[in-house]
Nanobody
Framework: QVHLVESGGGLVQPGGSLRLSCAVS???????????IAWFRQAPGEARDQVAC???????AWYVNPVKGRFVVSSDNTTNMYLQMDNLQVEDTAIYYC???????????????????WGQGTQVTEP
């Protein structure tokens, strides 16, 4: 069974930085197998949108346009995925979720229903 736990959220001033972590169990990272793991976010009253995605096979990363150049997704190739967020803006305020799928690969824009496993989320707030 895949289990995902996010951490690292908090309150940060615009222009600041945060690093989110996703502890992963039941889903090996850094192996040449199908599957992908991603960060999504959901602001109040908004849909849940993909932020970044990384393929398990080769570590290729994908980002949505609003975060390109500011966010970096990575993994330690064992049990953790990270999202380094720099130059945070008010519009980045949301609950951030990590999600995993055992079979499919990242695309330029993924819908939440492609991912089978989800964490509980961590709140990121820019006042």
């Amino acid at each position: 069974q895949v289990h995902l736990v996010e951490s690292g959220g908090g309150l940060v001033q615009p222009g600041g930085s945060l690093r989110l972590s996703c502890a992963v169990s039941g889903f090996a990272l850094g192996v040449r197998e199908r599957g992908s793991i991603a960060w999504f976010r959901q602001a109040p009253g908004e849909a849940r949108d993909q932020v970044a995605c990384i393929n398990r096979w080769d570590g290729t990363a994908w980002y949505v346009n609003p975060v390109k150049g500011r966010f970096v997704v990575s993994s330690d190739n064992t049990t953790n995925m990270y999202l380094q967020m720099d130059n945070l803006q008010v519009e980045d305020t949301a609950i951030y979720y990590c999600a995993a799928d055992l079979l499919t690969y990242c695309t330029a824009y993924d819908l939440p229903n492609r991912f089978e496993f989800w964490g509980q989320g961590t709140q990121v707030t820019e006042p």
